[in-house]
């Protein structure tokens, strides 16, 4: 239906939402550092253009169109690309599910928004990297960089229980508060990527146990049967309802108000289906509907500030006639949020009850007399289509996932490569003094794995907390999907990181054996 597709259109797009988003802000702080790597190599060049006669803006234009022609060059390929490959990946395996006469990919206004806006914040963000440069005196450029230490800020890492540290933490813990900018920005790339991987797992292990709860817990019936309208009027639905015992009937209806005015269209799930239909509480374990009012879904309950004890109106859509009842229980219903009463209350209320759905056996089947009249759904179908949605969400999350770590390879290696720089004249200096190579790959090795340990305390709640946006913001309000991450993905998440980051370091320490000893010493004088 239109409204299926709606809310598989608004689920997607808080998905790719969240990812473009992370994909944005990852690679303006790959940017970022690179353009400060590319300043504070360049920093000689830089002073002798100015004494050569150049005027900042000319060399700020310099550095800024490095990013500007990139951005350029690469947004353009990404709108070409784009919709030629990876739209059509992604809509091949949506249409799977719904037949639409046009589901072409169209370049949306939006699509241009987001690269002319992508392009002028990498340009700022160029600007802002060479800007604590260029604004200098030439006489102040052309003099070797001196790092700026605060001998009183750093004073409390010699004292108290810091002093029982050992050398690698301590001197981890003060290159890192000399280089917030640089910390900073790497916990913000490493904990948006953890988060990222964390949300595709999530989303795909909620999915699963949305899709295994009702199979296994809800749905206990082989097959569901509806009457086939171009039989009804032939059908002899007392004998059919008395041969098919477990069934049930629903009913459109409009909640009202004291006014009798409708605030809500949804239906009423009038039960009597033995068994073959289970209902969940509101800890998702089985359990019995209360016979002696209406079970109302919790989220319904939720939106409009209904509880226990309160009486509840409705009438039938297209009738006048009001119905009310105390509201004893509330339940959480996956799919179609709706009111829920036993057959045995229906009729109580002087109502009569006309099955709509019947819930059949295999060996129901073959009474052929009765099943004539129906249209009948094997669970088994119902199962594969389920599970066919699944690998669906799981193909393209593949994909997001496989971004999110190649970006997040590239945030690792862009930092450890930022601040090998940082540290090559201090790494010179510690090898004249005795230390050795091993020894300040450890340091260096550490000091990675102290900011990924860091950066996983922040995204690992963040990716639960942009997975539980999707399940319960933007998905149809026809659902009520519960976030289920298990321990094993938080743990394989940080795990990976960690191994990555310890891979990355090794790799990136083989540039301290290779320091030129009097080149980064010369540089420093």
Same mark, same amino acid.
């Given at each position: 239906s239109v409204k299926v597709l709606q809310g598989e259109i608004d689920e997607t797009s808080s998905i790719i939402g969240i990812f473009t988003g992370f994909f944005i802000l990852i690679s303006i702080l790959s940017v970022a550092t690179t353009m400060t790597r590319l300043i504070s190599r360049d920093r000689t060049k830089i002073g002798t253009l100015k004494a050569l006669g150049f005027s900042n803006a000319k060399i700020f234009w310099h550095y800024i169109s490095y990013g500007v022609y990139l951005s350029v060059l690469g947004g353009l390929v990404g709108i070409i690309v784009g919709p030629l490959m990876i739209s059509k990946f992604f809509m091949s395996n949506a249409m799977r599910f719904f $037949?639409?006469?046009?589901?072409?990919p169209v370049l949306t206004t939006m699509s241009i928004i987001v690269y002319i806006c992508l392009t002028i914040s990498i340009a700022i963000t160029c600007y802002l990297a060479t800007r604590h440069i260029i604004k200098q005196s030439t006489t102040e450029i052309l003099r070797p960089e001196q790092p700026k230490i605060n001998s009183r800020k750093m004073r409390f890492t010699t004292s108290g229980n810091f002093a029982k540290l050992s050398f690698t933490s301590r001197w981890n813990l003060r290159d890192m508060l000399r280089n917030r900018g640089r910390m900073i920005t790497t916990v913000v790339g490493i904990s948006g990527a953890?988060?990222?991987?964390v949300m595709a797992f999530g989303v795909y292990t909620s999915m699963n146990n949305f899709i295994e709860t009702e199979i296994n817990m809800i749905n206990n019936f $082989? =097959?569901?049967? &509806?009457?086939?309208?171009d039989k009804a009027e032939t059908a002899d639905m007392k004998k059919i309802a008395d041969t098919f015992t477990n069934n049930s009937e629903q009913k459109y209806i409009e909640l009202v108000d004291k006014n009798n005015q409708s605030y809500l269209t949804t239906n009423l799930f009038i039960d009597n289906s033995g068994g073959a239909i289970k209902f969940l509480n509101e800890q998702r374990e089985t359990t019995e509907l209360d016979n002696t009012g209406v079970n109302i879904s919790r989220k319904i309950a939720t939106e409009h500030g209904l509880r226990i004890g309160d009486t509840i109106r409705w009438r039938n859509v297209g009738d006048t006639k009001i119905y009310e009842a105390k509201i004893t229980k509330l339940i959480v219903k996956q799919q179609t949020q709706n009111l829920t009463i036993t057959k045995d209350f229906y009729e109580r209320m002087g109502e009569k009850y006309t099955p709509t759905t019947f819930y059949l056996s295999d060996n129901d089947l073959t009474k052929k007399e009765e099943t004539k009249y129906l249209n009948v759904q094997s669970k088994a179908v119902m199962t594969? =289509?389920?599970?066919? &949605?699944?690998k669906t969400i799981l193909n393209t999350l593949a994909v997001l996932l496989s971004l999110a770590i190649f @970006?997040?390879?590239?945030?690792?290696?862009? &930092?450890?490569? @930022?601040?090998?720089? $940082?540290? $090559?004249?201090?790494?010179?200096? &510690?090898?004249?003094i005795g230390f050795s190579s091993a020894k300040l790959s450890k340091i260096f090795t550490w000091q990675n794995i102290f900011i990924t340990i860091l950066s996983g305390l922040i995204g690992l709640p963040l990716g639960l907390i942009f997975t539980n946006y999707i399940y319960q913001v933007s998905v149809d309000d026809a659902y009520d999907i519960q976030t289920f991450i298990p321990w094993t993905v938080l743990v394989l998440s940080m795990l990976g990181t960690l191994i990555l980051s310890v891979i990355l370091s090794r790799f990136l320490a083989v540039k301290i054996r290779r320091i030129d000893m009097v080149k980064a010493l010369k540089t420093g004088e």
């Open positions: $037949e639409v006469p046009n589901c072409n953890i988060a990222l991987v $082989e =097959n569901t049967a &509806m009457i086939d309208a594969d =289509n389920l599970k066919q &949605m699944l @970006l997040g390879i590239v945030v690792f290696y862009n &930092m450890g490569i @930022l601040s090998f720089c $940082e540290q $090559e004249i201090q790494f010179a200096t &510690m090898k004249v």
